[in-house]
Antibody
Framework: QVQLQESGPGLVKPSEALSLTCAVS?????????WGWIRQPPGKGLEWIGS???????HYNPSLKSRVTISVDTSKNHFSLKLSSVTAADTAMYYC???????????WGQGTLVTVSS | EIVMTQSPVTLSVSPGERATLSCRAS??????LAWYQQKPGQAPRLLIY???TGATGIPARFSGSGSGTEFTLTISSLQSEDFAVYYC?????????FGQGTKLEIK
């Protein structure tokens, strides 16, 4: 059973970078899943941010691509999200998730709320 | 980018009745479509993948159908725990995209 747990600062200042980590347990990050991030602004719908395979293959949402980096640390069995130059519009619940290539998000973390405010 | 449109935005149904939720894609996604349920304060939960396959542990009252651009999620006999927001999502093309959600509320 794959378990995912997000962690990171709950408050980020405008123009700074948002950094989150997702710890994977019950499964090796080197196995077949892609590791992704999805966000949800308060009271709104879901937006896929991007996904990465342990080999380094990455896919990003074009709307965020210029500001997003997803990385995988196989030694720690976790993966990370960095979103640069944040604004209030980046305030959201951020979820990490696992999916096979060309498939649904099978497993989700519980989410972590990030607020962008000075 | 493939745009996913769900209807209705809000659906009011009585417990024990059938609920039918719709999802339309702006171009064909074949059967590469999933449905998720989200309750307040919780992460989304996978219900249906590949348009019609139930995820592990999902009750049989949840069923999905459709292919191409038109999809349906049916809940055959609503239980109290089924009142939530439902999202469809396509994984045919990058970027993966979600519908805006349908809120299923108690009538």
């Amino acid at each position: 059973q794959v378990q995912l747990q997000e962690s990171g600062p709950g408050l980020v200042k405008p123009s700074e970078a948002l950094s989150l980590t997702c710890a994977v347990s019950g499964y090796s990050i080197n196995n077949g899943y892609y590791w992704g991030w999805i966000r949800q602004p308060p009271g709104k719908g879901l937006e896929w941010i991007g996904s990465m395979y342990h080999s380094g293959s990455t896919h990003y949402n074009p709307s965020l691509k210029s500001r997003v980096t997803i990385s995988v640390d196989t030694s720690k069995n976790h993966f990370s999200l960095k979103l640069s130059s944040v604004t209030a519009a980046d305030t959201a619940m951020y979820y990490c998730a696992a999916h096979y290539y060309g498939s649904s998000f099978d497993y989700w973390g519980q989410g972590t709320l990030v607020t962008v405010s000075s | 980018e493939i745009v996913m449109t769900q209807s209705p935005v809000t659906l009011s149904v009585s417990p024990g009745e059938r609920a039918t939720l719709s999802c339309r894609a702006s171009q064909s996604v074949s059967s590469h479509l999933a449905w998720y349920q989200q309750k307040p304060g919780q992460a989304p939960r996978l219900l249906i993948y590949d348009a019609s396959t139930g995820a592990t542990g999902i009750p049989a009252r949840f069923s999905g159908s459709g292919s191409g651009t038109e999809f349906t999620l049916t809940i055959s006999s609503l239980q109290s725990e089924d009142f939530a927001v439902y999202y469809c999502q396509q994984y045919s093309n990058w970027p993966y995209t979600f519908g805006q959600g349908t809120k299923l509320e108690i009538k």
